[in-house]
């Protein structure tokens, strides 16, 4: 696609949900990260792919939280039993290889009530 | 622990002055900084910076980065309403492939 595509845009949930969010890289990036944005805060690592590698899961705040890519490509970010604290914007990007600039989606505003 | 710190955290100006945003970091093994416009919700590359006092120009915003004290600025010169936004400072080191942010300044520019 021309850019990276994240869905849902915004997602509500209840607290104890488990929510997925899909992350949709620009074609042959073969970098792709997740960042998550709290509000007024700046932006906190996730997890990192960079091709078949093993992912870079260092950033990743609890095992309720947990990333997948297939093929690849598209990235799911998984969040089980979610907490009023994972209400943040979740942000994706790629790059062409790592250690460059990054260009990131539109992020997916998740609230747990 | 590596950190990158903005400051000011937020800014308002009117349309027509000129605007320094700072940047400092302490990371272990320096690869490059960068600085990003974030509008709505996904932030736009601006600058990549990895040579120092080197000027980086594009229109009415520059950036130059100082590996001696380790910070860099972003200078924006006869600001517009449309350079509202948060700017984003982050940084690369060698040792990683992630970027590691800064808080970002908010600046509103007013007609």
């Known amino acids: 696609g021309a850019g990276v595509s994240q869905s849902p845009s915004n997602k509500v949930t209840e607290k104890g949900k488990d929510v997925e969010l899909r992350c949709d890289p620009i074609?042959?990036?073969?970098?792709l990260y997740w960042y998550r944005q709290s509000l007024g805060q700046g932006l906190e690592f996730l997890i990192y792919?960079?091709?078949?590698?093993?992912?870079?899961k260092s950033g990743l705040p609890s095992d309720r939280f947990s990333a997948e890519r297939t093929g690849g490509s598209v990235s799911t970010l998984t969040i089980q039993r979610t907490q009023q604290e994972d209400s943040a914007v979740y942000l994706c990007?790629?790059?062409?290889?790592?250690?460059?600039?990054?260009?990131f989606g539109s992020g997916t505003q998740l609230s747990v009530l | 622990e590596d950190k990158v710190v903005q400051s000011p955290l937020s800014l308002v100006v009117h349309e027509g002055d000129t605007v320094t945003l700072n940047c400092s970091y302490e990371?272990?093994?320096?690869?490059?900084l960068l600085w990003y416009k974030q509008e709505k919700k996904a932030p736009t590359f601006l600058f990549m910076l990895?040579?120092?006092?080197i000027e980086k120009k594009s229109g009415r915003l520059s950036s130059i980065l100082d590996k001696k004290e380790l910070s860099s600025i972003l200078n924006i010169t006869a600001t517009q309403t449309g350079d509202s936004a948060i700017y984003l400072c982050?940084?690369?080191?060698?040792?990683?492939?992630?970027?590691?942010f800064g808080t970002g300044t908010r600046l509103q520019v007013f007609p």
């Open positions: 074609s042959g990036h073969t970098a």
């Open positions: 792919f960079q091709g078949n590698s093993a992912p870079d």
């Open positions: 990007a790629s790059s062409p290889t790592s250690n460059e600039k990054l260009f």
């Open positions: 982050a940084v690369l080191a060698y040792n990683t492939d992630k970027l590691i």
């Open positions: 990895t040579s120092s006092g």
């Open positions: 990371v272990t093994n320096f690869r490059s």
